[in-house]
């Protein structure tokens, strides 16, 4: 199964890195860093799937609970406890994310009823004695749409000289027409280099705020006769996402 370009933000949040954990008082409550549960879909791919993400100092284990409908109690959904030494040393993060919904075997409508929307609470345990973790999040499914007027379009041909700017138009709507609050584009360029004949990656951030949503390919990142791919996530102030991708190459 294909799976979508990452920022280099988000290739970091898929490792589980440990680290000695902070000197915190016995009995402590302490906020995670980040608490999330969102939903991705790759418009390219026709892709859905759900991610649990936390960050966090060193935890020895972290329970996720979620809603089971719109009146009924919570439920637990992730239960995560490392063992060994690994619980000794405690995790600093946790990254989960389902396997992608198969159309040809399951509806969206059940994929998502798998996953009400509602509160998601976060309860962990630190290695440090008596120090807890807890957070919470809203998990909604409304997803942005993918952008229009993408620019280049899949299969462009450029010359490197000439520079490529990237552009599209804002988005202002969820897939279902509503309107939705984009927090962030992502602009992903992936290569193989000509020279080092290494994956290479430029990314960049644009305010979801952003009128004329645009980046230019600085000239270090273009070469003649090169293959590049173009993914651009859609970020919601909810932390759904939208991806969308395609290819361009310069002569």
Same mark, same amino acid.
């Given at each position: !199964?294909? %799976?979508?370009?990452?920022?280099? *933000?988000? =290739? !970091?949040? =898929?490792?589980?890195v440990t680290r000695s954990a902070a000197a915190l008082p016995a009995g402590?409550?302490?906020?995670?860093?980040?608490?999330?549960?969102?939903?991705?879909?790759? $418009?390219?791919?026709d892709e859905y799937i759900v991610v649990i993400f936390w960050d966090a100092?060193?935890?020895?284990? !972290?329970?996720?609970?979620?809603?089971?409908? @719109?009146?009924?109690?919570?439920?637990?959904?992730?239960?995560?406890?490392?063992?060994?030494?690994? %619980?000794?040393?405690?995790?600093?993060?946790?990254?989960?994310?389902?396997? *992608?919904?198969?159309?040809?075997?399951?509806?969206?409508?059940?994929?998502?009823?798998?996953?009400?929307?509602?509160?998601?609470?976060?309860?962990?345990?630190?290695?440090?004695?008596?120090?807890?973790?807890?957070?919470?999040?809203?998990?909604?499914? $409304?997803?942005?749409?993918? @952008? $229009?007027?993408?620019? @280049?379009?899949? /299969?462009?041909?450029?010359?490197?000289?000439?520079?490529?700017?990237?552009?599209?138009?804002?988005?202002?709507? +969820?897939? +279902?027409?509503?309107?939705?609050?984009?927090?962030?584009?992502?602009?992903?360029?992936?290569?193989?280099?000509?020279?080092?004949?290494?994956?290479?990656?430029?990314?960049? !951030?644009?305010?979801?705020?952003? $009128?004329?949503?645009?980046?230019?390919?600085?000239?270090?990142?273009?070469?003649?006769?090169?293959?590049?791919?173009?993914?651009?996530?859609?970020? *919601?102030?909810? /932390?759904? %996402?939208?991806?969308?991708?395609?290819?361009?190459?310069?002569?």
């Open positions: !199964m294909s %799976r979508p370009l990452r920022t280099l *933000a988000a =290739l !970091m949040m =898929l490792l589980l402590e409550v302490v906020e995670l860093d980040e608490a999330e549960v969102y939903l991705e879909y790759n $418009a390219t791919d100092d060193a935890w020895k284990s !972290m329970l996720v609970r979620g809603p089971t409908g @719109p009146k009924a109690k919570s439920k637990p959904v992730l239960n995560v406890s490392p063992k060994a030494h690994v %619980r000794k040393q405690g995790l600093t993060e946790g990254y989960f994310e389902t396997e *992608a919904l198969d159309l040809e075997e399951s509806t969206l409508e059940e994929f998502l009823a798998r996953f009400p929307e509602g509160e998601y609470t976060f309860k962990g345990k630190g290695v440090e004695k008596g120090v807890s973790y807890v957070g919470d999040t809203e998990f909604t499914h $409304a997803l942005p749409d993918d @952008p $229009a007027n993408v620019s @280049p379009d899949d /299969g462009d041909m450029f010359d490197a000289g000439s520079g490529v700017t990237i552009s599209f138009d804002p988005v202002t709507e +969820d897939l +279902d027409g509503n309107p939705i609050t984009i927090a962030s584009y992502t602009v992903v360029v992936e290569y193989e280099s000509p020279i080092s004949g290494d994956d290479l990656v430029f990314s960049m !951030m644009i305010e979801g705020t952003e $009128a004329n949503p645009q980046v230019s390919i600085p000239d270090e990142f273009l070469f003649d006769e090169t293959e590049y791919t173009l993914e651009i996530i859609v970020q *919601a102030e909810t /932390g759904n %996402r939208t991806i969308c991708e395609l290819d361009f190459e310069t002569n």
